[in-house]
């Protein structure tokens, strides 16, 4: 049984075993070097996106989990001055990225920081009206992509994930444009520019996921930013309709959703807004001090049953712990789940810190397989 098949019959209901499968986007542990084992040439060039996705097929094949894997198709624009200008610059031991888009109204510039285990905006695209403008006529334009460069690319990156697992990309609502630190002011200041914007996004994403589908991407990696910031309130207003439509199409052409949300969802499980998505799959059910639910079992009772949960190990554990923390984590994760037999995902609180010890991943993966 292929490690896609098995995830097929899992998802499908079958008894398969104990499933692990912690979030992983890169080569992450920091005593083994990578090095691409995968069966002849590297299939890509090392840039970033293909870099990482690369990783991730090495990290499954070296500890052994049940692989899921993320990485984006590139969709370039017909007319090429629309492609993103990107420079790089070192600010001390972290990266620093200006990303610039070109429009007839001005240019919309985004700024990045990277760090080992940290990244931040420092400046986004949006600041005020005329920058909505800017990316309303930016994001329209774009909607003229190649779509069969798209699909090729799309196609080669099934091919090389191959049978060894299922392949994702991250989807995240229409709305959020902006940072969570911005949302309120710009909802209140430019409500009408907001709203046009994020429907305008909402056509560029379902052009974008019919090629991915077709492509035979398996899932769609969905991740509500800020559920630990915004209101039940705001998601029902500005995110609900879209996020339970997406969903239920993507379900019917066969794939699965895997809802990637930040720890603090208690009011979320509370008031039933995942059981109203259905997403198949949802991640991540922290306690505290990561989360803010009163355990996962909790979090089992009010959910609805035919939600397949996943996590929620701490990642300071599997980082700086010792491989017996991370086996009493998995130990506690089983006890959590013990009577919801089939439904649960051993993973962890979000996405593997890079420079994880290789021994806690094994003792992570060994445990997660244990009777």
């Known amino acids: 049984m292929t490690g896609r098949d098995k995830w097929r019959r899992f998802l499908a209901g079958e008894d398969v075993g104990p ?64 492609i993103p200008v990107v420079e790089t610059s070192a600010k001390g031991d972290r990266t620093q990225t200006l990303t610039t888009l070109k429009t007839p109204l001005g240019d919309l510039t985004r700024i990045d920081e990277q760090g080992v285990l940290t990244s931040r905006c420092i400046k986004e695209y949006l600041e005020d009206e005329s920058d909505y403008e800017k990316m309303i006529w930016y994001t329209s334009q774009i909607k003229d992509f190649d779509k069969e460069a798209a699909l090729d690319f799309g196609r080669r990156l099934r091919e090389t994930a191959g049978e060894m697992g299922m392949l994702g990309t991250w989807v995240s609502p229409s709305a959020g444009s902006v940072g969570i630190q911005s949302l309120f002011y710009h909802l209140m200041d430019y409500p009408d520019a907001f709203e046009r914007l994020r429907d305008v996004k909402m056509e560029l994403k379902q052009l ?53 949300g930040c720890g603090h969802v208690r009011e979320y499980v ?33 959910l609805d049953p035919g939600i397949i949960t996943k996590g929620n190990i701490p990642l300071n554990i599997l980082y700086e712990g010792t491989p017996e923390d991370v086996r009493a984590a998995v130990r ?3 006890s959590e789940t013990k009577n919801h037999r089939g439904i649960h995902v051993i993973g962890l609180s979000d996405n593997v810190l890079t420079g994880t010890p290789s021994a806690n991943l094994h003792a992570y993966v060994d445990e997660g397989y244990r009777a």
């Not at 080569?27 to 691409?36: Q, V």
């Not at 995942?274 to 989360?291: D, H, I, Q, R, Y």
């Open 19 to 82: 499933m692990v499968n912690p979030l992983c986007d890169k080569w992450c542990t920091g005593d083994i070097e990578y090095k691409w084992d995968g069966g002849g040439a590297e299939p890509f060039e090392p840039s970033e996106d293909q870099g990482q996705f690369m990783g991730q097929i090495m990290m499954g094949k070296t500890f052994g989990w049940d692989p899921l894997f993320y990485a984006r198709i590139p969709f370039l624009p017909n007319d090429k001055s629309l």
């Open 208 to 260: 974008q996921l019919d090629v991915y589908r077709e492509a035979g991407f398996d899932f769609m990696f969905f991740c509500v930013g800020g559920m630990d910031s915004i209101s039940p309130g705001y998601y029902r207003e500005w995110l609900e309709e879209e996020v339970c439509e997406t969903i239920s199409w993507w379900k019917s052409t066969g794939g699965f959703t895997l809802w990637h």
């Open 270 to 302: 509370e008031l039933g807004l995942f059981n109203k998505a259905k997403p198949e799959m949802l991640e991540t059910l922290s306690e505290p001090p990561v989360g803010n639910l009163p355990s996962l079992s909790w979090a089992r009772e009010r």
């Open 332 to 334: 506690h994760i089983k």
